[in-house]
């Protein structure tokens, strides 16, 4: 019997009806499920019902705007992620989620002096109280993880206007977590994107490098452009101007993969009277 009647019958077989249907959600993650199990990567469907990737799915994104293209993203990600997702695809049904009067006080019981964290406190309040679906601030915090919301670890942007925050200062794109890109929170209401990490490492490491299947091949191919990139800059001569001159306008990033740039920044750090240890902190006054 081939692989696809196996998977067919398998389908049926756990189907509460014995019917399949593309169209019935449950359904569908059911088929994923089934997909994953055989090794089977399920890609996006275009108009004309043959599998696609990603970067079909978006196409020319010269033509796009940044919105447009998570958007895009974020569509994909309710669509053919949806077992992924699980309860998370509960608290944010669509492509655009808005969270009306986002700072009163049923989501932001106290003002923080940092808007991020009310944003997160937000956010974690509209999932347990608004749609009632289990959420939690993470008490140790790895870097890049901001709540869990319905049991999946979510990493939250923020940006104060209409812009997609994608800076990464930590780690980067996880491919087993999400990403909640909020917008507009110096407005009343916020709306909020909700992209897996899988996508965003696809798009902005690029067809070539993302379509590698060995993490070896992946990592030797990332390797030879980050060597590229550095050759062309010169950190010696750059630190030296900027102490002796001050700034400088060199360039101090380059680009990899797909949409990715390596950006430098340089920072001095004078160190006067006894040394402390890295338990004891640095930003202690002395």
Not at 67 to 83: G, H
Not at 108 to 132: F, L
């Amino acid at each position: 019997m081939e692989v696809i009647d196996k998977i067919l019958n398998e389908w049926s077989f756990r189907c509460h009806d014995g019917i399949v249907d593309m169209n019935d959600p449950k359904k569908k993650a059911i088929l994923e499920e089934i997909l994953k199990e055989f090794n089977v990567d399920l890609l996006n469907e275009d108009q004309d019902g043959q599998l696609t990737n990603i970067f079909s799915y978006i196409g020319d994104e010269s033509i796009l705007t940044k919105l447009e293209v998570f958007d895009k993203l974020a569509s994909y990600t309710l669509q053919y992620y949806p077992s992924e997702m699980g309860e998370l695809r509960t608290v944010f049904p669509d492509v655009i989620n808005t969270i009306a009067d986002w700072r009163r006080e049923e989501l932001v019981p106290e003002r923080e002096s940092n808007i991020g964290k009310e944003v997160e406190t937000c956010i974690i309040n509209y999932s347990n109280k608004v749609k009632n679906v289990n959420a939690s601030d993470i008490a140790d915090k790895g870097r890049g993880q901001d709540a869990i919301i319905g049991g999946k670890v979510v990493e939250i942007k923020s940006s104060k206007d209409n812009k997609i925050n994608t800076l990464l200062q930590t780690t980067y794109y996880s491919a087993d977590k999400f990403y909640a890109f909020v917008t507009n929170t110096s407005n009343k209401d916020i709306q909020v994107r909700v992209v897996y990490g899988k996508l965003l490492r696809e798009l902005s490491f690029g067809q070539d490098i993302a379509s590698k299947t060995n993490v070896d091949e992946m990592g030797d191919v990332l390797e030879k452009q980050i060597k590229t990139g550095l050759e062309n800059l010169d950190f010696a001569s750059m630190i030296k101007t900027s102490l002796v001159q001050g700034p400088t306008d060199r360039e101090t990033s380059f680009k990899i993969g797909n949409k990715l740039k390596v950006r430098f920044v340089i920072y001095f750090e004078p160190t006067y009277g006894k040394s402390k240890s890295k338990k004891e902190g640095l930003d202690e006054g002395e």
